[in-house]
Structure formats: structure tokens, C-alpha cells
């Protein structure tokens, strides 16, 4: 008994007629051999959906909370400031962070801007613990420009509040 070695080759171009002639192939593949395994199939499945909607959630919490403007109103109308401050030509990294005297100065000048509030952070202590909180310094309108108008406890801040009291005398 003779054995005989037959080798069929099966000639493909290199660029398919129908490029999505494998893809169609593989899809059939992948289906045919979900549906020999379905409990794997099924697991596979509620990994993926999981996995998205925990994404989908993480992304848009933090989309809410850090990367829209944090505004009840019109928030299409909000703009950020930073202040640039150059010496003998260099920049300085300050931050961008305005001085009392430039907020000031601008909320007064300024022929664009409607409304101007500030802010920034500050490492506080409170009632003299070792560990220090972060606390949020603001201008007087800063609650008013964000379109915060009814606290749901106490009041907000007004321009009386920022005045500077009176020497009598």
C-alpha cells in the first residue's frame, strides 16, 4: 500500500474582492461557537454590559462634578480668567491666579464681562487640629454669578458683607 500525499492549494489575493469577506467569516465563526457554549457566552456578555455601564457612570460623575462649569444658569455664557504676569520679559508661574488689586481692577473696567467672581483654595486650620482642611476662599457675588440664589439653610453672601467697617471717630 502506497501512501499518497495530496497538497491542495487554495490561491487568494492578497487584497480580498470583498474586503469584509473575513470579517463576515469570523462573525459567523464567533456566533457559531457562542451558541455551543452559552454559559460562557452568557458570562462574557453581562462582563462587557457591566463593565460598560460602571464606565459609563464613572465618566459621567466625573464629567458633572470636574469637567462642566459647576453653573445652574446659562452655562454657554461662563468664561474662566487667568492672570498672566511677565518680568523683564519672562512669564511668571503664579498659578494664573489673580491679585486682590487685578480682581478688582478688571471687575471694574471690564466692558465684556456681565458679572465677575473669584475663588481659591487655602490650606485652613480649624479650631487649632495638627491636620489642616482645604477650604474654598470666595468674592461676595461668587454664589449669585454661579445662579445659587436660595441656600436650603442660612443665607448667602452680599456685597455688604465684603465692606470694610467705618472708623468712628
Known amino acids: 500500500m502506497r501512501a499518497e500525499l495530496r497538497i491542495v492549494a487554495v490561491a487568494t489575493a492578497a487584497f480580498c474582492k470583498y474586503p469584509l469577506d473575513d470579517l463576515v467569516r469570523d462573525l459567523r465563526y464567533g456566533?457559531?461557537?457562542?451558541?455551543?457554549?452559552?454559559?460562557?457566552s452568557i458570562a462574557v456578555v453581562l462582563t462587557l454590559a457591566v463593565g460598560i455601564g460602571i464606565n459609563t457612570g464613572v465618566f459621567t460623575l466625573i464629567n458633572g462634578l470636574v469637567l462642566r462649569p459647576r453653573t445652574d444658569s446659562d452655562p454657554a455664557t461662563f468664561s474662566r480668567l487667568y492672570a498672566q504676569y511677565w518680568l523683564r520679559g519672562n512669564p511668571l508661574e503664579l498659578g494664573g491666579q489673580f491679585s486682590v488689586a487685578a480682581y478688582h481692577a478688571v471687575q471694574r473696567e471690564s466692558q465684556v464681562l456681565q458679572e465677575l467672581a473669584a475663588w481659591r483654595t487655602d490650606g485652613v486650620l480649624i479650631e487649632e487640629e495638627a491636620t489642616s482642611s482645604l477650604a474654598l476662599e470666595i468674592s461676595c457675588n461668587f454664589f449669585a454669578v454661579y445662579g445659587l440664589t436660595?441656600?436650603?439653610?442660612?443665607?448667602?453672601?452680599?456685597?455688604?458683607?465684603?465692606r470694610r467697617p467705618q472708623k468712628n471717630g
Open 31 to 40: 456566533f457559531r461557537l457562542a451558541r455551543n457554549a452559552k454559559l460562557i
Open 150 to 162: 436660595r441656600p436650603s439653610l442660612g443665607r448667602l453672601f452680599g456685597p455688604d458683607d465684603a
